[in-house]
């Protein structure tokens, strides 16, 4: 399965996030992914649902909503209603991750959970057949821009885990044109990258968001194809 990169509006302009939306998906991006913080799970505040539903009808690809936020299950249909097409949770953010990934489903939307670096792979174990994405955080939760912390053995046990199964492995923080190919090989599908992608561009120089996202995904690809 080919890489999908998934650039974070966290580092977008956001003052112009419609025309930034359109600008990634019009230079390459698979998916939009974006960090919804409350500054309780996270140190930082983001964006809540009515931001997240604004974004929907720019979003022509795949709305990849990632929660970092506790508690989840009361938020869970304002972010169906708001148009995701995948909802993350973290499996840190409450005592029933079980019930929350059923309750993502039943809203109808991909149901997707995150692991943080000091989580081990083994905490989704039991619910693998309620899951559709696994999220690996490759940095502790809450700002972008921060450096890569080496996951790659959880990520390949988790793709072991998975076998048979319809799973995406999807790497959150710190992936690079360096990082991307470390992860690739380990087996994941989905990278989301920010700084990596929007820096240096504009919606007024686009074309620099397409060389970021290609050459990260030149990067993976390569460390793919090396095990084909």
Known sequence: MPI??????????????????????????????????????VPNLTFGAPAVKAFR???KTVMDVHLMISPVDAYIGAY??????????????????HRTLQAIRAAGMKAGVALNPGTPAEAVEHVLDLTDLICVMTVN???G??????????????RAMC??????????????????PLVAKAGADVLVAGSAVFKDGSVDAPDIYGRNIAAIRKAADGATATLA
Do not use: C, Y
Not at 80 to 97: C, K, N, Q, R
Not at 163 to 180: F, K, N, P, Q, S
């Open 163 to 180: 076998a048979g199964r319809d799973i995406l492995i999807e790497i959150d923080g710190g992936v690079t044109t360096d990082t991307a």
């Open 80 to 97: 169906a209603d708001a148009g995701a097409d995948i909802l993350t949770a973290h499996v840190e953010a409450g005592p029933h991750i």
């Open 141 to 143: 939760p809450g700002f």
């Open 57 to 59: 009808p720019h979003v």
């Open 4 to 41: 999908k990169i998934a650039p974070s509006i966290l580092s977008a302009d956001f003052a112009n996030f419609g025309a930034e939306i359109r600008a990634i998906e019009d230079q390459g991006a698979d998916w939009v992914h974006i960090d919804v913080m409350d500054g309780h799970f």
């Open 145 to 158: 821009g921060q450096s890569f912390i080496d996951m790659t053995a959880k990520i390949a046990r988790l």
